[in-house]
């Protein structure tokens, strides 16, 4: 059974003459990694805040067609349901931490749900080292860089124990290597333990090799649902202006010129060398 | 401004920064009744002493002094108050008691400044949250009160931002005259706003994301717990008052007039 | 057009951002500056308009001390776009918030009218004119920003991690926008890390590290180059990376356009099938 499941669903906010989202049906299977990607304004982050009740409990607005997470219909369940079994991370990482300490704000989440004191520090300690920050947890979330801020946040929804875990463009405002660092732990969590990850990103050539689901929106509605592989060699998916990775652009233009490296769509500078590897060192 | 410099927790660890703030704060309370109990200059001045041990134990003396030269300017403007209707009224002469008396409560101002100062200057904000939450406190005031200053130094450095990104536009913001000078507020004012808001609506969204409003018994991952040290304040606090109200009611305390003629 | 002179800054935290920054950005140059957060790029570019003094050394600008000059004359040579346009929109209209620094500066009605049509053209937000810029989008926002900073013609423009936040068009257009003020003569300077951006565009590249420059050069060989981008934690480009790993098969190491990489692929491939 599917860990998401959207039906037909639209959304227009409060005052707006348009839907942000229209006609959106996806999928979701428990375990995957799925990455959502998309030109600016396609309804990405629209999408998400369906997820988690955030739509439409918080931002009211009109809501039409079924978001099923976790069996749960979200019209029906408030956000802080569920908050227990999908966790956001949102863009920002200074705008998602509140309290004063980094453990503070990774039991901030359990605080509310009334977890007893010992229950919530072994999850804490736990959380905190599955995100390798546990040194951090005595500063202020001021007082760290913001790679490690939104290993924080990261941290915060995993010691709620969520199946599903969703972030939204939580790289934006890092640097290419802090970047590497939060999507490589995102990568590892979802090996080790199993959790569903919804990944929106624009920058596909540090992502597209960890996903094993991709889902391409424009204008606000899917227009490509599948396999990265397959969904990242067509020409379509560069006509509408995502970037894909320069690794499988190559391939591309390679495979227009008559050069046929193999079926297998690379995705990202290793895969790419070790096809022309195999191109130039064979006879 | 040097008397907010008083009132800025500093991060330094010393038995009074351990202290449980609640305690700290009955002793500050108390103070401040005894302060207001006495108009007289031996007892106010007995009570300012008193907080010297406290400072130097909690090694903030420089903040300390800092934030008394801040209050002086409020302390003179509050001698001035008192000494000049005095003069006034009594037919333009001025006699040791109407001097003593103005002191006396430039003193008790001064007295009230500086508990608090000791206070502040001890008690880290998130103690201070703690012990709010602690004290049954609604959640939503102390969780207020952490966010806000969570979200200081932020904000500074945003306002910073904004004012050098107006400056590279050509503001001038030293140049013209008083009415100018407030308009030129408002290019960093209104960024200011927005922003504040737009945080605030980004904070609203991840807090419900973290199962706020989940249950309305709020656990916390810390507790404060009374030791020792807290117990010696109490017992002190409760000396100074139970001295305090003893004095009052019994001791009729002489003013320096009276003692020296 | 900016000469910087052996400039240490320390700022009022006594954290000393630059330690000794020397170099010259001719007129009409291309620049990026990349380093890891914290290197002092910011710090350094702030110099260029007189946000910063230094607190050694000298900063000049078309040959004048910064010290003994205001920002506001300053910035009117040396334009400045910082990351995040919601920093500085506070007009109730476009209009106003275009013509703000115009009318700083002193410029005359009929020159703001002008200059007003003319920025608004360029980025494509005439019919926005009389909207007011907080009910636009982050793309919108981020034009009405540069059309800002633009409409006073600087004769440079910084622009402060331009790309963060934008989606691949975005960049696209950003990269053509800067290609169109180089052909203007202008000098451009950004500050960034995205070193895709910066290899599509392959301007000259100023690494830095703990406040000194450590790398000086054309983009091309710097961000071919594993040993000096790992000092400062920079990654490699995408395409730099394949002919790295491929370096063992003779292939060149300083390709960083794709299409170069396509073309000597194709080349080498064919020769292999004789």
Not at chain 1, 132 to 157: F, K, M, N, T, W
Not at chain 1, 205 to 233: Q, W
Not at chain 2, 202 to 213: F, H
Request: hydrophobic share 45%; proline share 4%.
């Amino acid at each position: 059974m599917a860990i998401i499941e959207t039906k037909n669903v639209a959304y227009t906010y409060p005052g707006a003459a348009n839907p942000s989202i229209s006609e959106v049906s996806m999928k979701v299977e428990k375990g995957e990694f799925v990455l959502i990607t998309g030109p600016s304004g396609c309804g990405k982050t629209t999408l998400c805040r369906c997820f988690n009740g955030l739509i439409p409990h918080f931002y009211q607005g009109e809501l039409k067609g079924e978001v099923t997470v976790s069996g749960m219909d979200v019209t029906q369940h408030q956000t802080h349901e569920m908050a227990k079994h999908v966790g956001l991370v949102f863009q920002n990482p200074e705008n998602q931490l509140f309290a004063l300490s980094v453990e503070k704000d990774v039991a901030f989440g359990l605080e509310n749900l009334g977890f007893a004191r010992e229950e919530m520090r072994k999850r804490v300690d736990w959380a905190l080292n599955l995100t390798d920050i546990y040194d951090l947890r005595e500063r202020s979330p001021h007082e760290v860089s913001g790679g490690q801020q939104q290993r924080v946040a990261i941290a915060a929804v995993l010691a709620m124990q969520p199946e599903i875990i969703v972030l939204d463009e939580p790289t934006s405002f890092l640097d290419p290597l802090s970047a590497e660092k939060i999507f490589d732990v995102i990568y590892e969590l979802n090996q080790k333990i199993g959790i569903t990850v919804v990944l929106v990103e624009h920058r596909l050539d540090l992502t597209a090799k960890y996903a094993n689901h991709i889902i391409i929106m424009d204008e606000g509605k899917v227009c490509f649902d599948g396999a990265p592989r397959e969904i990242l060699s067509t020409e379509e998916t560069r006509l509408i202006g995502v970037g894909i990775p320069k690794a499988t652009l190559l391939y591309q233009l390679l495979k227009k010129e008559g050069v046929n490296l193999g079926d297998v769509t690379p995705l990202s500078s290793d895969e790419l060398s070790a096809l022309l590897r195999g191109a130039l060192e064979a006879k | 401004m040097s008397v907010f410099d008083g009132l800025k927790y500093r991060k330094v660890y010393s038995p009074i920064h351990n202290l449980d703030p609640r305690m700290k704060f009955l002793y500050v309370i108390a103070l401040f009744v005894v302060a207001i109990l006495f108009g007289q200059i031996i007892p106010l001045l007995a009570l300012f002493v008193l907080q010297i041990p406290f400072v130097l134990l909690a090694r903030v003396q420089k903040q300390w002094l800092r934030s008394l030269r801040g209050a002086a300017f409020l302390a003179a403007f509050i001698f001035l108050a008192n000494i000049i209707p005095r003069f006034f009224y009594s037919g333009y002469v001025l006699t040791a008691a109407d001097w003593e008396y103005s002191v006396a409560m430039t003193l008790r101002f001064v007295v009230l400044v500086e508990s608090f100062s000791v206070f502040f200057l001890t008690t880290s904000p998130d103690h201070l949250g703690l012990a709010l939450e602690q004290t049954h406190v609604p959640y939503e005031f102390s969780f207020a009160f952490t966010t806000a200053v969570r979200f200081v130094p932020v904000l500074a450095e945003e306002a910073q931002t904004i004012m050098d990104a107006q400056k590279a536009r050509g503001l001038e913001m030293e140049k013209g005259n008083f009415m100018k000078r407030i308009r030129n507020y408002i290019p960093v004012l209104i960024p200011l706003i927005v922003s504040a808001i737009r945080r605030s609506l980004e904070l609203a969204e991840a807090m419900e994301s973290r199962a706020w409003g989940a249950t309305k018994k709020r656990t916390n991952l810390y507790a404060l717990k009374l030791r020792r040290g807290d117990f010696a304040l109490l017992a002190i606090t409760v000396g100074i008052l139970a001295v305090a109200i003893y004095v009052y009611l019994f001791v009729p305390v002489p003013t320096l007039v009276q003692l020296f003629g | 057009m900016i000469e910087v002179e052996d400039v240490h800054y320390v700022y009022p935290n006594n954290v000393e951002a630059l330690k000794g920054v020397s170099l010259t950005v001719k007129d009409g140059e291309f620049v990026a500056i990349m380093g890891q957060n914290g290197a002092g790029k910011t710090t350094l570019v702030k110099h260029f308009n007189g946000l910063l003094k230094p607190t050694q050394g000298t900063v000049r600008v078309d040959g004048v001390n910064t010290k003994k000059t205001s920002i506001a004359t300053l910035a009117k040579n040396v334009g400045f776009v910082f990351q995040n346009p919601d920093h500085q929109l506070f007009s109730e209209t476009v209009e106003e918030e275009i013509s703000f620094a115009l009318k700083n500066f002193g410029f005359e009605a009929e020159v703001i009218e002008k200059r007003l049509d003319w920025a608004l053209n360029l980025l494509g937000l005439t019919q926005y004119r009389k909207t007011s810029p907080f009910l636009l989008s982050g793309g919108e926002r981020k034009r009405v920003a540069l059309a800002s900073v633009l409409a006073w013609d600087p004769q440079a423009l910084v622009l402060d991690e331009p790309t963060i936040g934008q989606d691949h068009e975005q960049k696209e257009r950003l990269r053509q926008f800067i290609v169109q003020m180089q052909a203007q003569g202008k000098t451009v300077v950004i500050v960034t890390h995205d070193v895709e951006f910066v290899a599509e565009c392959n301007p000259r590249v100023l690494l830095m590290k703990e406040g000194k420059i450590v790398a000086d050069g054309e983009g091309k060989e710097i961000l071919t180059s594993p040993e000096i981008l790992a000092q400062s934690s920079i990654v490699l480009p995408q395409i730099a990376q394949v002919f790295m790993q491929l370096e063992s098969l003779g292939l060149p190491r300083d390709v960083i356009d794709i299409y170069e990489a396509k073309e000597i692929l194709l080349k080498v491939l064919k020769e292999r099938r004789k």
